[in-house]
């Protein structure tokens, strides 16, 4: 895999913050493959490009995202930030040439999860989410969460999420919601 292709393509579609953030979520996804038994390689990729469609208009990303999708959800239409997710997986699979499932999954989902997502999915949701440059995790709240396994991880990122969009009363996604019923159930 030539790394440096991937990252002069996504520097180009990205402000230098969220290019940054990206970066930052392509290393934690890789220290979280490697915890988990995950593919490394494959985690670096989908960690680096799982935001690379966010500096485009919201007419381009909702178009990207219903071709990614086929259709889209009345959740998707009201909440317009979930819709960069599946966009992002258009746009790596017809312009950057990625066509394993797997990674193209881990990038499609890393905003809301899905149920039934794989271990690679699973580790992109909670790279995204713990990489260091995010402010809401204390030093203490990200250990702890690096010793829980996966599916626990997952759950526990699922609940914090939930809470801060019920505070700014947003509703959970339906496919976290789900998500999480299927992870409590195990």
């Given at each position: 895999?030539?790394?440096?292709?991937?990252?002069?393509?996504?520097?180009k579609?990205?402000?230098?913050?969220?290019?940054q953030?990206?970066?930052?979520s392509a290393?934690?996804?890789?220290e979280l493959?490697?915890r988990?038994?995950?593919?490394?390689e494959?985690?670096?990729?989908?960690?680096?490009?799982?935001?690379?469609?966010?500096?485009?208009?919201?007419?381009?990303i909702?178009?990207?995202?219903?071709?990614?999708?086929?259709?889209?959800?009345?959740?998707?239409?009201?909440?317009?930030?979930?819709?960069?997710?599946?966009?992002s997986?258009?746009?790596?699979?017809?312009?950057l040439?990625?066509?394993?499932?797997?990674?193209l999954?881990?990038?499609?989902?890393?905003t809301?999860?899905?149920?039934?997502m794989?271990?690679?999915?699973?580790?992109?949701?909670?790279?995204d989410?713990m990489?260091?440059?995010?402010?809401?995790?204390?030093?203490?709240?990200?250990?702890?969460?690096?010793?829980?396994?996966?599916?626990?991880?997952?759950?526990?990122?699922?609940?914090?999420t939930?809470?801060?969009?019920?505070?700014?009363?947003?509703p959970?996604?339906?496919?976290?919601?789900?998500?999480?019923?299927?992870l409590s159930?195990?």
């Amino acid at each position: 895999m030539n790394r440096q292709f991937y990252i002069d393509a996504l520097e180009k579609m990205l402000k230098p913050p969220r290019f940054q953030h990206s970066l930052r979520s392509a290393d934690t996804a890789v220290e979280l493959a490697e915890r988990y038994g995950a593919d490394t390689e494959k985690a670096w990729l989908a960690g680096l490009l799982h935001d690379i469609s966010r500096g485009q208009d919201r007419d381009t990303i909702t178009s990207w995202a219903l071709a990614d999708k086929g259709a889209l959800t009345d959740y998707d239409t009201e909440h317009f930030n979930v819709l960069h997710s599946y966009a992002s997986a258009w746009y790596c699979r017809q312009n950057l040439d990625i066509s394993d499932n797997s990674v193209l999954n881990a990038i499609r989902f890393h905003t809301t999860g899905s149920p039934g997502m794989d271990l690679l999915a699973k580790v992109v949701f909670a790279a995204d989410y713990m990489e260091p440059g995010r402010d809401h995790l204390s030093q203490i709240l990200l250990k702890q969460l690096r010793s829980l396994s996966i599916d626990d991880l997952v759950l526990v990122i699922l609940e914090k999420t939930e809470i801060y969009l019920l505070e700014k009363n947003i509703p959970i996604a339906p496919e976290s919601r789900e998500l999480y019923r299927q992870l409590s159930k195990r």
